[in-house]
């Protein structure tokens, strides 16, 4: 796969281990994605993540061709069926993930902080799904 995002002296210090994870995501292999998630935590914390996320989303975003303040509204595909949802039968962290996704297409930064202060109780997961479902985003894009 093609690298996604430019790496160099000059970013911010959560930069590279922020793009190697999401380009792993890209590249569905999770154990690489999540080990670098986990490094990236490690070394520059919450705020770190946080930024990571906003530049996962700003990627999912720019390939699906939304500007920044396009109002959109998460739906989910349910693997089994196939069927387009408004995501109130999906996992709770799916859920979370769009609407966090959707906050930033919005350029919502009121939306974005609500929602981090009530992620549900299993973070590694939300935090998964989020990378996950922006990656496929991407995915999408490229094929």
Not at 4 to 22: M, Q, S, T, V
Not at 97 to 111: C, I, K, V, Y
Request: glycine fraction near 6%; aromatic fraction near 8%; hydrophobic fraction near 50%.
């Amino acid at each position: 796969m093609p690298t996604i995002f430019r790496r160099g002296p000059e970013r911010e210090p959560w930069w590279d281990l922020a793009a190697e994870a999401f380009e792993a995501a890209v590249d569905k292999d999770p154990h690489t994605a999540v080990q670098r998630i986990n490094a990236l935590v490690a070394g520059h914390g919450w705020q770190g993540l946080q930024s990571a996320m906003q530049m996962w989303a700003d990627a999912a975003m720019y390939a699906a061709g939304i500007g920044p303040g396009t109002v959109v509204q998460p739906s989910w595909k349910a693997v089994e069926t196939g069927e387009i949802t408004d995501g109130d039968t999906s996992p709770v962290a799916a859920r979370w993930a769009g609407r966090m996704l959707a906050a930033r297409a919005a350029n919502d930064p009121a939306q974005w902080a609500a929602l981090l202060e009530a992620a549900p109780d299993n973070v590694e997961d939300c935090v998964w799904q989020f990378i996950d479902i922006a990656a496929r985003q991407v995915r999408e894009a490229m094929s």
